[in-house]
């Protein structure tokens, strides 16, 4: 069940990477985000916490491509250090807004969904946990289905793959990358909205969850969703097993010593070394 949830915060950070070749430093912030809005359409307007995706989705796309359409755009031909500095000053915004609207209490939502089980084979099953694998799951048939079977998505592939060529075959590029940058701030937005349902939150929410998803994310490749998925069930099966070994409050250390392991043995990840084994 955790892979699920690991996949689904980290689908945005790859694909970001992915066609703009920068590390949104700001996925914590926004993960945040998505768990605050979840939160506030439930308590002040009633809204079911399953039925907020819908809201949060296309806001927070859109918000994304006005970010990287007022923001990022400048700095994309930088240093690569400028647009880590750039984003991790805008999650720092985000943070200090949390602050200010929302305080730093401790936020949950509470209701019947939230603290159901269900006996599968013997076996008692958080409701919200499966809900939150499911829509990993579906979240990666619908990018894969997206990004292999549209326009737009055959596209957004092109200029991952080579932006001056994607050019020249008549791809509007810049338009592309707006709209990649949106997709990944939606996913993000979802994430957060989904692990509203499973942790309590505040305004330093998704600082550790952010760092497993950079862990992920290496893990399974840099540029592939697929990869992504592969990353989070790897590090999700990692993680059941060390704490086998050793106390729960060191869960976190396994995705950092995967995290160290992988840099130095598996630099491509899980898909690109796939992708290396295939060509010989």
Not at 9 to 29: D, E, F, P, R, T
Not at 118 to 147: D, E, K, S
Not at 182 to 209: M, N, V, Y
Not at 221 to 250: N, T
Request: glycine share 10%; with cysteine.
């Amino acid at each position: 069940m955790v892979a699920g949830l690991y996949a689904a915060m980290s689908y945005g950070l790859a694909l970001i990477y992915g066609v703009l070749k920068i590390i949104n430093l700001a996925n914590a912030g926004f993960l945040m985000l998505g768990a605050y809005v979840t939160w506030w359409l439930f308590t002040s307007f009633g809204i079911h916490p399953l039925l907020a995706p819908l809201a949060i989705v296309p806001a927070f796309f859109l918000f994304g491509w006005g970010l990287e359409r007022t923001l990022v755009r400048r700095v994309l031909g930088a240093e690569p250090i400028i647009s880590l500095l750039l984003l991790f000053g805008v999650w720092l915004v985000l943070q200090n807004l949390a602050y200010v609207i929302w305080t730093g209490d401790t936020r949950s939502i509470e209701m019947p969904f939230v603290e159901a089980t269900v006996n599968v084979a013997g076996m008692p099953l958080a409701v919200p946990r499966l809900f939150v694998f499911a829509m990993g799951v579906l979240a990666l048939v619908a990018l894969q289905l997206f990004l292999t079977r549209t326009y737009l998505g055959r596209a957004i592939r092109a200029t991952a793959q080579d932006r001056d060529a994607a050019r020249l075959v008549g791809i509007d590029v810049d338009r592309v990358m707006g709209i990649a940058f949106g997709i990944g701030i939606a996913l993000a937005g979802f994430g957060g909205s989904l692990l509203s349902l499973l942790f309590s939150f505040t305004p330093d929410f998704g600082r550790t969850l952010s760092l497993k998803s950079f862990c992920i994310v290496v893990l399974g490749g840099l540029d592939s969703i697929v990869g992504v998925a592969f990353g989070a069930i790897a590090l999700s099966l990692a993680e059941a097993f060390g704490v086998r070994y050793m106390p729960a409050s060191l869960q976190n250390l396994i995705s950092f010593v995967v995290l160290v392991v992988v840099l130095i043995a598996l630099p491509k990840g899980i898909a690109g070394t796939l992708r290396a084994l295939r060509r010989g």
